[in-house]
């Protein structure tokens, strides 16, 4: 089969792979699309960060060389574990063991032996994967395979959402538009009703954030903490999510929101923050972060979000063929040239 290959910072090869042979718990599938993501972007600027390419990974047993992409859909090959073959499915990607005391809690996203097929495993940027059924979900009739790509990430932002601990009437700030932003913008929409307020640059972002619910959007070339400070008479927001991983955001959601309030931390900053750890002390802040999601409570709820039909359509920016990952996927979207989600079709655009 055809697949990318990961081999070190700024090397992804499209080359010959063999067809992965699954285990007794694992479904074969043919990938018809494969989301690319940040992470996917950093991987193959700075990387490896989590492919284990030069030291074996303690659950996935992976080391070496590696096909990326955590953020798949396909169809099963064969009749197994439950699916029936052509059966088109939506993969978590995330793997956990089931046994320890995390998934005991129902916290499978933190499992003491998890890893993701993709960062630590080979992944969905191929023609065929192997994927753990427990992981796979059907795709409902009707939900393009473009839309349902989308689900795995915004089955992410759908766990950001519940993490960010949100009631019915609280004022919500999200900083950052981009596509993680928006993903757990759209969670909170599915799970209260809340003030949003969207903060990114002027322009396309903000303008979906609008269509998707948020009621308020900020430039980030304002002064952010004083307009929601503003906007608070002077009390600030309630919950703020940092979704943008920028420089001086995490710090500015520490500022706007309220005494007693909540900050999420979703975003990835490259540099380490500076926190006025007294001042946070005094006005009882918690600080919560998030990671993966659950996929037995998140997976299944993404699909039947995507398939209102609004979130899909406003979020894709193009479907590419793998031979395109890097000139028209992994380069644009690591240089921030994108605003939307790229996907990529193994084989057929059409198919």
């Not at 055809?2 to 479904?27: K, L, N, S, T």
């Not at 960062?119 to 409902?140: F, H, M, W």
């Not at 659950?294 to 709820?301: A, F, K, R, S, T």
């Not at 899909?312 to 921030?336: F, K, M, N, Y």
């Amino acid at each position: 089969m055809r697949a990318a290959v990961y081999h070190g910072p700024g090397d992804v090869r499209i080359q010959r792979a063999p067809i992965p042979q699954p285990r007794e718990d694992e479904v074969l599938l043919a990938v018809r699309r494969s989301g690319i993501c940040g992470t996917d972007a950093t991987e193959w600027t700075n990387g490896p960060v989590m492919v284990p390419l030069h030291a074996r990974h303690p659950a996935s047993g992976h080391l070496g060389p590696m096909i990326p992409g955590h953020e798949f859909i396909g169809e099963v090959v064969d009749n197994g574990c439950g699916l029936r073959a052509g059966t088109l499915v939506a993969a978590g990607a995330g793997v956990w063991c089931g046994h320890c005391d995390r998934c005991a809690e129902g916290r499978t996203n933190i499992c003491r032996n998890y890893y993701t097929l993709g960062l630590n495993a080979p992944g969905g940027l191929a023609e065929y994967v192997a994927a753990p059924a427990r992981t796979l979900r059907p795709i409902p009739n009707g939900l393009s395979p473009d839309a349902a790509a989308m689900a795995q990430p915004l089955a992410v932002g759908l766990h950001a959402a519940r993490r960010a601990r949100v009631r019915d009437g609280d004022s919500v700030v999200i900083i950052g538009a981009g596509a993680i932003g928006t993903f757990v913008l759209a969670g909170l929409n599915h799970l209260q009703r809340a003030d949003v307020t969207a903060i990114d640059l002027p322009g396309a972002k903000l303008d979906r954030a609008t269509a998707l619910g948020a009621a308020h959007t900020l430039s980030a070339r304002e002064d952010v903490v004083g307009a929601i400070l503003d906007a608070t008479a002077g009390r600030g927001a309630d919950v703020v999510i940092e979704a943008s991983g920028a420089r001086g955001q995490f710090e500015n959601a520490l500022r706007m929101v309220t005494t007693g309030g909540r900050v999420l931390a979703v975003g990835l900053p490259k540099e380490k923050p500076q926190i006025d750890m007294f001042t946070l002390a005094l006005r009882e802040v918690t600080i919560d972060s998030t990671v993966a999601h659950v996929c037995d409570e998140d997976l299944g709820p993404a699909l039947d979000i995507l398939s209102t039909g609004t979130l899909g359509p406003l979020l894709l920016d193009s479907v590419i063929l793998l031979e395109d990952l890097v000139p028209r996927g992994l380069e644009p979207l690591a240089t921030g040239q994108v605003d939307g989600k790229i996907l990529v079709a193994p084989t057929s655009i059409t198919g």
